[in-house]
């Protein structure tokens, strides 16, 4: 299969134009200096290293970016203020269009003192297929005493012949608030593609102020592991919510998780889920979706919920551009 080139490569041994003529080399040319078939180039020239820093602050009841620095493929769009709370929102913008293999892409994010921050996504983060190499995306999280991130990217596809491999780790400082949210379907379903895949590999690991940490880790290979992974290989797609803090007393969680419980009922068949109490402070869910739009409304349900149980506050409508 001939690997597309990213805008800016040129097949190996080509010359622009009116360039002068190569010279003739004298000896011979080592193997690594072997020439490509024509119409292909060298699989290991594909791949971009692109990371993606954001350091945030409170700043006159609003938080603001108070330093950034991203490379391609990463691009940032100022933050958008969504209602009176002088929350960011960010987007994480790869307009490449998707992960191919070769590619590492990183995001390191801190969060200062009360900064209050929501992250989400154009768009679904595409996967391509590769010949060998890894598609990779490596988040580093720091979220400072008092502050509090809403994380919630929209899903993973990962193409027919893919590989990925996420880890995500957050630390949290005393007092804290996290709400993750990571969902990957089952690959592109309106091609019959699902777990297609070669393999994927996710890490979630949260660590609280005391120490103490939720981990969440698995490596797929659909064509040995389908039979060990339950349920999940009647839906087609799969999610978990993660919200954590020191700070909340417990029969506040216990009446999120009944809240939560509650709502994972009302759409039987078309969503399956179940929500506990995980080894830090706070709850853990984990959903199992028919659809995308499925998955959205259970999304935005369980949000919806979090923030009125937690700080008393309305949802917010995502603007996706």
């Not at 350091?55 to 100022?78: E, G, Q």
Request: proline letters at 7%; charged letters at 20%; a neutral charge.
């Amino acid at each position: 299969m001939t690997v597309p080139m990213r805008e800016g490569q040129r097949k190996s041994g080509s010359r622009g134009a009116g360039a002068s003529p190569k010279r003739k080399p004298s000896g011979r040319r080592k193997p690594s200096q072997k020439r490509n078939a024509p119409g292909r180039f060298a699989t290991e020239l594909v791949g971009r290293v692109g990371e993606l820093r954001l350091d945030y602050a409170k700043s006159d009841r609003r938080t603001i970016i108070a330093h950034s620095y991203f490379t391609t493929p990463w691009k940032l769009l100022p933050p958008i203020y969504l209602d009176d709370t002088g929350a960011a929102y960010t987007l994480l913008v790869n307009p490449s269009g998707g992960l191919v293999g070769g590619d590492h892409l990183s995001i390191d994010m801190s969060l200062d003192r009360d900064a209050h921050v929501m992250i989400s996504s154009p768009s679904a983060n595409r996967v391509y297929r590769t010949e060998g190499k890894v598609s990779e995306q490596h988040v580093n999280i720091t979220v400072g005493p008092g502050a509090i991130l809403e994380w919630l990217p929209e899903h993973t596809i990962p193409f027919a012949g893919s590989r990925f491999r996420q880890i995500l780790h957050a630390t949290l400082a005393p007092g804290a608030t996290l709400l993750l949210w990571d969902a990957v379907a089952s690959g592109r379903i309106a091609r019959g593609e699902r777990w297609a895949f070669t393999d994927l590999e996710n890490e979630i690991r949260i660590t609280t102020a005391s120490g103490s940490s939720l981990l969440e880790r698995y490596v797929l290979d659909p064509a040995t592991d389908l039979s060990c992974v339950g349920l999940a290989e009647e839906w087609n797609y799969v999610a978990s919510f993660y919200v954590v803090n020191d700070a909340v007393a417990s029969e506040v969680w216990s009446g999120l998780e009944s809240k939560v419980a509650a709502i994972l009922d009302t759409r039987p068949g078309e969503v399956l889920g179940g929500v506990s109490t995980p080894p830090v402070p706070g709850i853990a869910v984990k959903v199992l979706a028919r659809t995308a739009p499925d998955l959205t409304s259970m999304l935005d349900a369980l949000w919806a919920a979090v923030r009125e149980g937690l700080w008393d506050l309305p949802p917010v409508s995502l603007r996706k551009y």
